[in-house]
């Protein structure tokens, strides 16, 4: 088959397209015929060696973390899934003509393949983070990076349980927060001013999404670690906030990110699609920081 594979750390230019074996489903585990893979962070930070810490690649590998397509193979004791169900979910080396997955859930009619493609490590993630920060109905949550694949996730979630969010984003990215309901405020110097000047009684949970070094501050701006959340910031710990990794409960997690898409509630945004061949610069446009929506790879 072929695969985006790296055979050692760097630049997008690591990338290549080449002849991998293909994967087949193991026990508990599904492989499909991938429509497309998304680029979350964690892949350009794999494959630039800034996770070989926490995350420890035996080359070659492929990169990619979570795709959506047609099951074509089902492992042993499987059995809410059989060949033909089109699902999304999570795996490893997903950006592949095939790719097996550890979690999954049926694609919501509500959603293109595309859509599909580029929910499935964000809504995990998302859901895992509100998790953490407990019922958030009838309060105020921050998201910083709210425009974002996992940002803008966890505000639609968030909404539809009932909370009012506010979200951090560049004014380019102002009016789609308010399209999804979120009260908008740029980041960066003075946060704190503009966050009291749309929520004057305060708010009662943050989520850092960006990992951008504003941990401290939104502790300071909620008054308290334990109602603060990263998905981004490796020193979280160290301020006494929770680290959320997108892989704790992730079945249940997609199951529920569907229905809210059933439901109406999610629906993640899409900004482009790359051929195998250009996969490097779909990494360089979810590097760059500045993607609106989520940046998907095709075989």
Excluded: C
């Excluded at 308010?178 to 929520?199: C, F, K, M």
């Amino acid at each position: 088959m072929r695969a985006v594979r790296f055979h050692q750390y760097g630049d997008p230019q690591v990338l290549t397209v080449e002849e991998a074996p293909e994967p087949h489903a193991g026990p508990g585990e599904v492989r499909i015929r991938v429509h497309a893979a998304s680029v979350n962070p964690v892949d350009w930070k794999t494959r630039a060696g800034y996770l070989a810490e926490h995350l420890p690649v035996t080359f070659p590998a492929i990169i990619g973390y979570d795709a959506a397509g047609v099951v074509d193979e089902v492992g042993e004791g499987v059995e809410d899934v059989r060949p033909g169900d089109h699902v999304f979910g999570l795996g490893q080396g997903t950006t592949a003509e095939y790719a097996v997955l550890t979690d999954w859930a049926p694609v919501p009619s509500t959603w293109t393949p595309e859509q599909a493609a580029g929910a499935g490590l964000v809504s995990a993630t998302a859901l895992a983070s509100l998790d953490v920060l407990g019922d958030l109905a009838g309060r105020t949550l921050l998201v910083e990076g709210a425009a974002g694949g996992v940002g803008s996730a966890a505000a639609q979630m968030a909404i539809a349980g009932g909370t009012t969010v506010i979200g951090t984003a560049s004014e380019a990215n102002h009016d789609y927060l308010r399209e999804i309901g979120v009260i908008p405020v740029t980041y960066g110097e003075g946060l704190a001013d503009r966050v009291a000047a749309v929520a004057p009684d305060g708010v009662d949970a943050a989520l850092d999404t960006a990992g951008s070094g504003s941990l401290a501050e939104l502790v300071a701006i909620v008054g308290d670690p334990a109602r603060v959340a990263s998905i981004a910031d490796f020193n979280a710990t160290a301020l006494g906030v929770a680290l959320v990794a997108g892989n704790v409960n992730a079945t249940a997690h997609l199951a529920a990110a569907a229905r809210l898409a059933e439901d109406g509630a999610y629906a993640p945004r899409v900004q482009a699609t790359y051929p195998l061949e250009e996969a490097g610069e779909a990494h360089l446009a979810v590097q760059s920081g500045h993607a609106r929506g989520k940046v998907l790879i095709a075989p």
